[in-house]
């Protein structure tokens, strides 16, 4: 009698692919996702597996739009990755959060949605590659102004371990959790009064992240209206050096600055202004103020104490992160990459 071969058992999978992927599953058939996890037991027992869910998010990069990506829950013989994710073999079309539910998918004919049962591990997702953009961010900008190693050269720094933190409380649009130290209420902080534009508005600006770590609160209060700040206002050729001595004269707001972290109203200043040059460079991020950014950066390295740029810089790099300087990056390491014009 003939023996009956062993039937091959099927196996669990879960692939994150891009909305086009998606598409292209059902016109043609079968796709070859990048990212794909192998589970054991239900689906929807997978999310509180969060170190499972986690590799498949790590095979991919940054994902800045949920609409943009879906979970796709398949059962298969063959793992999708290497032969090939089969329309047949599709359990379940999963969408990353509820924006993504609520834009669904224009396919005809049409499919269901299942829940957006990982929609807690991609907010995981999102913190942790948030973080990794400010440290990139960060990395770019030392190399741009040639400091290596930038955030560990600053002695007594402590934004190195709690940027994770920091990044999270940007992140946090229900306010769970509230800024407390001078670095969280200035990455936190967004300019509520009219302030003037360039050097008086970066000390204004200053001013505010000041009162509000003073007070534990965002705090309202134009600081235009105060003795220092209308002397900010109606200096009349304001520079840099000038204002610091302007400000220096409030005993108050500099042992509050002081307090929070040494020479803070020295630094914070520089991060607002440059924080407002980086966002005005050129397109291709090869101009700031007019001149090429190697000659910019060596202007601002020969003109500010480094004790007081550095920490600077590291705010920069944190705010504006990988998307807001690697074309500055560029730039500045254009005869080291062949491939540009």
């Known amino acids: 009698m003939e023996t009956i071969g062993k039937m091959a058992s099927k196996s669990n999978y879960l692939a994150l692919v ?15 996702p990048a990212s794909v996890i192998q589970f054991n037991g239900s689906i929807e027992s997978l999310p509180q597996r969060t170190k499972e869910v986690e590799k498949i998010f790590n095979k991919m990069p940054d994902i800045e739009y949920s609409i943009n990506y879906f979970l796709l829950y398949a059962v298969s013989e063959s793992k999708p990755g290497t032969k090939g994710l089969n329309i047949q073999d599709l359990s379940a079309i999963i969408p990353l959060d509820e924006d993504s539910a609520r834009m669904g998918l224009n396919l005809s004919p049409s499919v269901r949605l299942a829940n957006p049962i990982f929609e807690s591990n991609f907010v995981e997702y999102q913190k942790k590659s948030a973080a990794e953009n400010a440290k990139r961010g960060v ?61 008086q508005g970066a000390f204004l600006d200053t001013m505010s992240v000041v009162n509000n770590f003073s007070k534990q609160c965002v705090d309202f209060k134009d600081q235009k209206q105060t003795t220092t700040g209308r002397k900010v206002v109606e200096y009349e050729h304001p520079t840099y050096n000038a204002l610091l001595e302007c400000v ?78 690697y074309k500055m990056l560029y730039a500045i390491k254009k005869s080291a990459l062949p491939f540009l014009m």
């Open 18 to 32: 891009r909305r086009d992927e998606v598409i292209e599953l059902f016109k043609n058939g079968s796709i070859y």
């Open 139 to 199: 990395n770019n900008i030392g190399q741009i102004f040639g400091f290596d190693d930038l955030i560990k050269s600053i002695k007594n720094f402590t934004v190195k371990k709690s940027l994770p933190s920091l990044v999270s409380l940007v992140l946090d649009e229900k306010g769970a959790r509230q800024p407390q130290t001078i670095w969280e209420h200035l990455i936190c902080y967004n300019r509520n009064q009219m302030y003037p534009n360039g050097i």
């Open 248 to 325: 220096s004269s409030s005993a108050n707001f500099v042992k509050a600055a002081d307090k929070a972290y040494k020479d803070f109203w020295k630094i914070c200043p520089l991060y607002f202004m440059l924080l407002n040059l980086f966002t005005d460079a050129s397109e291709d991020g090869s101009v700031i103020m007019g001149m090429p950014i190697q000659r910019f950066v060596d202007s601002i390295v020969r003109n500010y104490d480094q004790n007081h740029l550095k920490p600077a810089l590291c705010m920069l790099g944190i705010t504006l992160g990988q998307t807001g300087t």
